[in-house]
DNA sequence: GAAAAAATGGGACATTTGTCCCAACCTCAC
DNA sequence: GTGAGGTTGGGACAAATGTCCCATTTTTTC
């Protein structure tokens, strides 16, 4: 549900040295809130998150906003539009202070097509996002709401980020009052503990509804 | 709405020698119905679609399917599982005869990291599509089904390709029920065409509507 | 060309989800 | 501290969508 890799933050702060990043490669922070990338614009920069949780969504005409995912440490943002020499598609706005690389578009343009671990790292990075996005987009259509929301949960359980609820509903495609609304029944069918915005799951009642799910 | 790639399709048909194919790229056909990919199953092949009309899609555990993109020509089949070595996320099925191009793993693996032309088109595609499916979901589940109909009909509109209702059904992720009670009210209307399966849009009609979700 | 299978069209009803609304808390700036 | 604005929780109702079903029509198969 956040997407990291390691593989590419230590690239960049390992495999490059000090010659090669000179003015090309440099930290940046934002404070929660802060925006890193905005839909519709051209960006100078690709970044390389090395700290904090950020989040990639899309703000539809009708002033909704879908997330599309949200970022942790190492993820690649804004290459999409480099490859393609497209403005961005989505905003990228940090939810906690966000450290970040800044790599110049030539400067990354010219990596990827100089450097084949970077290449290689990149192919994975996009290959894996497509089956993520997929798999997402797939299993949010064909179950009801539900469903989606216990894979959430069963992952918002293993940490301790704060995430609004704005935003986790956001992410499930569905209204704030639809999502307190099916908390509320997973309470009352003890799925989830009934203490308020502790996610913690009742395990065994958990793993049979996902079951009943499959057939 | 159907994937083409006429760059990767000259690169296979125009850049590589007879010599350089051999018995590592060769021609292979499909019936309408047969499936050239299978979920969960490794495959030998990297595909390049040269004639006919292909669906990508995902068959949940629940037996609904949704369906990922349609496939025209010249689009890659089973790279990402080749970049990421990991089984099918998807399923491909023939909607028509279809003819492509199969390339060995070993071979595509060899070519993408040996041939810039050929990885920098991949590069493309991918940064493509994951831009449509991160835009495709993020409508789809922000507008009702009506205006993702919508969108879906003006392109059809444009085709002679028979899709079947439940194919666009599954593209949009609702029911055949939900998709025909659409049409219908659509109908009533004035924006589509009476005529039964004839798409044919009210333009004027149409664009009033489609202006009506943006604000 | 007849039988079987698939696709279409839609009624009736149940379920899910959204919209609108209000109340109770937080929290942060001044 | 206090007031504004955001977050949470949920009632009441409307709208959207799914399920189940049946009657036709079209396509496929032998």
Not at 182 to 193: A, D, G, N, P, Y
Request: aromatic share 10%; proline share 2%.
């Amino acid at each position: 549900m956040i997407h990291t890799n390691r593989a590419i933050l230590s690239f960049i702060e390992d495999q490059l040295t000090e010659a090669e990043k000179k003015d090309r490669v440099f930290l940046q922070t934002w404070p929660a809130g802060g925006h890193i990338l905005r839909q519709g614009q051209g960006n100078k920069y690709v970044f390389v998150q090395r700290t904090g949780l950020s989040k990639v969504h899309i703000t539809e005409d009708n002033g909704k906003d879908f997330i599309v995912q949200f970022l942790g440490e190492g993820e690649l943002m804004g290459e999409i539009e480099v490859i393609q020499k497209n403005p961005n598609l989505t905003t990228i706005t940090a939810l906690t202070e966000v450290t970040a690389w800044c790599i110049t578009t030539d400067y990354f343009a010219y990596l990827i097509t100089h450097n084949a671990e970077l290449n290689r790292l990149l192919l994975i990075s996009l290959a894996h996002r497509l089956n993520q996005t997929s798999a997402r987009a797939s299993y949010q259509q064909v179950y009801p709401a539900e469903y989606a929301m216990l894979k959430l949960l069963a992952v918002l359980a293993t940490l301790e980020t704060p995430f609004t609820k704005r935003d986790l509903a956001d992410y499930l495609g569905v209204s704030v009052r639809s999502f307190n609304r099916t908390l509320k029944q997973l309470r009352e069918r003890s799925i989830v503990h009934p203490d308020s915005f502790d996610l913690y799951i009742n395990r065994d009642a958990f793993e049979r509804l996902m079951r009943e799910y499959g057939e």
